[in-house]
């Protein structure tokens, strides 16, 4: 504790010693150092939201062309169905064509 009350003590007797464009200068690097400081921090948060946001943009891209794959298979899936169903109706009303000719007969 002893050493930084001299350090406080032979900063402020420098600090008087100083002319009064010196004591100008020497509290604008003490402002500018702050200001720094707080740019710092704030770019600091932005490059961090900068990367959550790139790996956010990544897994959407991700998930798009995945959603893209799915509608795709689905779209192929309902296909094959309709095929399906237009077959199953083709051979049922051919059955009851021959169903009925038979009974005809």
Same mark, same amino acid.
């Given at each position: 504790?002893?050493?930084?009350?001299?350090?406080?003590?032979?900063?402020?007797?420098?600090?008087?010693?100083?002319?009064?464009?010196?004591?100008? &200068?020497?509290?604008?690097?003490? &402002?500018?150092?702050?200001?720094?400081?707080?740019?710092?921090?704030?770019?600091? &948060?932005?490059?961090?939201?900068?990367?959550?946001?790139?790996?956010?943009?990544?897994?959407?891209?991700?998930?798009?062309?995945?959603?893209?794959?799915?509608?795709?298979?689905?779209?192929?899936?309902?296909?094959?169905?309709?095929?399906?169903?237009?077959? &199953?109706?083709?051979?049922?009303?051919?059955?009851?064509?021959?169903?009925?000719?038979?009974?005809?007969?």
């Amino acid at each position: 504790m002893k050493f930084k009350t001299q350090l406080f003590s032979i900063k402020f007797l420098s600090f008087r010693s100083l002319g009064e464009t010196s004591r100008n &200068v020497y509290k604008e690097n003490g &402002v500018l150092i702050e200001s720094i400081r707080i740019y710092k921090q704030e770019f600091d &948060v932005l490059q961090k939201t900068k990367e959550q946001l790139t790996k956010l943009i990544s897994n959407a891209s991700g998930n798009k062309e995945l959603n893209e794959i799915l509608i795709k298979e689905k779209i192929e899936q309902v296909q094959k169905q309709n095929n399906t169903i237009k077959e &199953v109706n083709i051979k049922k009303k051919f059955s009851i064509k021959y169903f009925i000719s038979f009974l005809k007969y």
